[in-house]
């Protein structure tokens, strides 16, 4: 078994043994698990293999025994067990918005649902309002997001759908009357790669008409709460959206609960408790009595605990805490000190404004140098150049950089495709002559991973290749990229001085945020680029600084916050 599907068998466990009753410790154990190994950054045969599984964060004896038997005999005799009692099936009916463990529990009981075909069929007899708890209007109710799940699927959405939408609904909402602050917060705010659901904050001492305000937005299809302080709605495009409304004076507890993850909230209830403190979103409270204690900003709950503040992208609960304890929190890379884009695209390729509008693009943003890296030959589609082609861009740079001056620099480089058969599109002598060479792949990617590592091997040893870029060639939120042995590939990219990529465009966002925190542990270097096909694709940076931020990375590992000195420097290496 791989990553994914080791991922997919623990989190079945979870809501299996969340129907059942089951502790929530050992629920949330699962969870966690589950977690652990999708956020590995490497393949979990081989950390098997080196006896290291109780290493992973989340992973004590029991579950590595359980990884052992999955790895080793390819099944789980727990998972079969509890399959007898709880049908596998069952898990997704907890996709249906507002139906829980113990209502799916119900239902599989009293009524032999096991399936979401017979659960849409039991509402549809009425069945459904006879259930203790329950009635004709939640019978209803349910039918509708059984229908909306239908509509939508239980995808969640690419981070760079839901981020623009977000700001929007907040512009409204902020300039409402009485509206004191606002924010996203939830997976948006910590800038996962997906978004299960938005989640946005008001403070204001009035909320009914904020809660007016957005159920009725244009962009709302349907509406699925709406009480005085929080209000649930579907968008068109099918994504939820919460809103939450409290006074300002708790605004620093509400922002930190809502924004999660809920391991990092665990982790700061316990450390409340120990200090004789409950800690939820409206406040803490002393357990034996007294006054509650309110913060209004974030840094406040932080203070409490006699912990550092720690930024939305780092809590997931995998060290952050730990590391604010213990004054060793990474000082992460942040987006205003990137004064470079190594890899763009201008109309000599796929790009859609020419090198010189690219560059001044990129001036007006506050960067100094950049790359141009049209396609190589052999993509065809993205109207590759020939070598013909390559030689003739030169004066086309030499042109804009003479029309800019002195304070801004533009290189000579390509983004080069590596060949399905592990070749590269240009000739070692043409290489030679540039001053930036990506290498990426496009192509073949679903070969299997001895072969796509020995092509990305292939190009990391070429002493003109510079850097590699996105990596898996992943595009979300359908296509998962290459499957490379990515211990190999990051160790080779360390030892040949290759940089690595985290390309910033939302749909790659790759490497992903496990993968680049592997690489820096490695001590790979890392660039974060937009590859800008538009002049407004400079503004993807945002979402490559977030991953980069989720993978603790800090900017001396990244060339472009160094100078065009030290970049070149490091290039003749
Ligand atoms: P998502 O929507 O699946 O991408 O992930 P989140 O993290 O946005 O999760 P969501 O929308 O269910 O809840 C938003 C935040 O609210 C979550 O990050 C932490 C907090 N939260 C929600 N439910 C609980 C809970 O039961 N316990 C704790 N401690 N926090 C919770
Ligand atoms: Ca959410
Ligand atoms: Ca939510």
Redesign the pocket.
Known sequence: MNNREITQRFADVADMLAIRGDNIHRVLAYRRAAEAIENLGRDVNQVYAEGSLTDIPGIGETLAEKIEEMLTTGSLAFYDRLAQEIPPSLVDLLKVEGLGPKRVKQVYDVLGVTTLADLSAAAQEGKLRDLPGMGAKSEEKLLKAIAALARHGDD?VPLGNAWPLAQEILAVLAKIPGVTQTAV???LRRM?ES???I?LLVAADEAAVVMDTFVHLPQVESISGHGPTKSSVTLFNGLQVDLRVLPAERWGTLLC??????SH??HLREMALKRGLSLNEHAFTPVDGGPEILCATEEAVYQVLDLPYIIPTLREDRGEIEAAQAGRLPDVIRTEQIISDLHMHSTWSDGNATILEMAKAAQARGLRYIVITDHSVSLGIANGLSIERLHQQAADIRQANDALGPDFRILHGTEMEIRADGSLDYPDEVLAGLDFVIAALHVSLSQPRAQVTERLLNALNNPHVDMIAHPSGRLLPDRAGADADWDVVLETAVATHTILEINANPRRLDLRDSLARRAVELGATLAINCDAHHTEHFDFLHYGVATAQRAWVTPDAVVNTWPLEKLLAFLSK
């Open positions: 969640r917060a939830g997976s996962k978004i299960g659901d989640d609960y809502f924004t999660g993850s809920k909230n665990v």
